[in-house]
């Protein structure tokens, strides 16, 4: 009986260290990937460029929900994310680092691995409410009002993103009920009338907007004129941008904007071979499938596939260099 327990002992033993050893083999040969909140279109998108990965590929990809770019870096930056989509204000902030990294230092270790598609910054208001210009948003133009806004997810890209554009019009987040929430919550606040307004940095059209105008008309603000040239002179990453009207309840006209762009990017030390075979997967046989995920994504493509980052203000992936060196996007 003795001899019986003690065999089983140490066939439980060995079974549990061949375990551990697997999960470490495998975990080791994943790659985790931060992506953005499920309410917006990078979550999918970047769920569906990992599948074609693991599809044709053999890639083994960990995709995770996130706040977006900023928190996607800085946990890079602690290795608990390898791969992240980011915007490239965040990006070059954070390879120099600058602005809101200066205290971390520069973080060599990002390289850029492609571009997504343009993202036009939409501020949401109703239609009939108070607020018909980005500066209602100033206490001193407005009677002294601090109206609720929600720039993005805590920590993520888009609240940096409004930080700078709100700049131009010389208003900072203290002078608005300024709050950071997911996609869902910013929506469900916006619908309770909690928050007058909301911020979002998404393609057209937008799940969440349409949801917020379901039951009561909207307004885009407009980003034009003087101001939308400074913006564009002083963050050279925004472009001019206009959505169309139609897409949202309210929305009757065409209203200009700006839009900034998307990255996939990735730690140096990821293999050279895995970001190779996962840019062959989405710009090959994954190609269709990726730019079905939504209108905007037929932006992906091998023409728009360094789009930002043209004079290598982040350092290639030596995956994608190479990639895109046969591909004759690099010479």
């Known amino acids: 009986?003795?001899?019986?327990?003690?065999?089983?002992?140490?066939?439980?033993?060995?079974?549990?260290?061949?375990?551990?050893?697997?999960?470490?083999?495998?975990?080791?040969?994943?790659?985790?990937?931060?992506?953005?909140?499920?309410?917006?279109?990078?979550?999918?998108?970047?769920?569906?460029?990992?599948?074609?990965?693991?599809?044709?590929?053999?890639?083994?990809?960990?995709?995770?929900?996130?706040?977006?770019?900023?928190?996607n870096v800085r946990l890079m930056r602690q290795n608990q994310y390898q791969m992240g989509l980011c915007e490239p204000n965040i990006a070059n902030y954070a390879y120099r680092g600058e602005s809101l990294f200066a205290a971390d230092g520069k973080y060599d270790n990002i390289t850029f691995v492609t571009s997504l598609y343009p993202n036009e910054q939409a501020v949401v208001v109703m239609k009939n409410g108070p607020i018909k210009t980005m500066y209602d948003f100033d206490p001193a133009k407005n009677g002294g009002k601090?109206?609720?806004?929600?720039?993005?997810?805590?920590?993520?890209?888009?609240?940096?993103?409004?930080?700078?554009?709100?700049?131009?019009?010389?208003?900072?987040?203290?002078?608005?009920?300024?709050?950071?929430?997911?996609?869902?919550?910013?929506?469900?606040?916006?619908?309770?009338?909690?928050?007058?307004?909301?911020?979002?940095?998404?393609?057209?059209?937008?799940?969440?907007?349409?949801?917020?105008?379901?039951?009561?008309?909207?307004?885009?603000?407009?980003?034009?004129?003087?101001?939308?040239?400074?913006?564009?002179?002083?963050f050279p990453w925004y472009a001019p941008a206009v959505i169309k009207a139609g897409f949202y309840n309210g929305m009757d006209q065409d209203v200009q904007t700006v839009y900034i762009g998307g990255f996939v990017i990735a730690n140096k030390d990821v293999p050279e071979d895995f970001i190779y075979k996962y840019l062959n997967a989405v710009f090959g046989k994954g190609l269709k499938e990726v730019q079905s995920v939504a209108p905007a994504a037929q932006h992906i493509n091998l023409e728009n596939c360094i789009g930002g980052n043209e004079t290598a203000s982040i350092p290639f992936h030596p995956g994608a260099e190479k990639f895109f060196k046969e591909k004759g996007v690099l010479k």
């Open 146 to 234: 601090k109206y609720g806004f929600a720039p993005g997810s805590p920590g993520s890209g888009d609240e940096y993103c409004w930080q700078e554009m709100f700049s131009v019009y010389g208003i900072t987040k203290d002078m608005m009920n300024w709050r950071p929430l997911s996609h869902s919550e910013r929506v469900m606040a916006f619908k309770d009338r909690i928050l007058e307004g909301l911020g979002f940095g998404t393609a057209t059209p937008s799940g969440a907007i349409i949801e917020a105008s379901a039951q009561t008309p909207i307004r885009i603000l407009e980003i034009s004129g003087k101001e939308r040239d400074e913006i564009i002179k002083k």
């Open 1 to 71: 009986m003795k001899k019986c327990l003690l065999l089983f002992f140490m066939f439980c033993v060995l079974t549990s260290f061949a375990f551990s050893v697997g999960d470490a083999e495998r975990k080791s040969k994943a790659i985790v990937m931060g992506s953005s909140s499920m309410g917006g279109t990078w979550y999918p998108t970047a769920a569906r460029m990992a599948s074609v990965a693991i599809t044709y590929e053999n890639l083994l990809i960990t995709l995770q929900a996130s706040g977006g770019g900023t928190e």
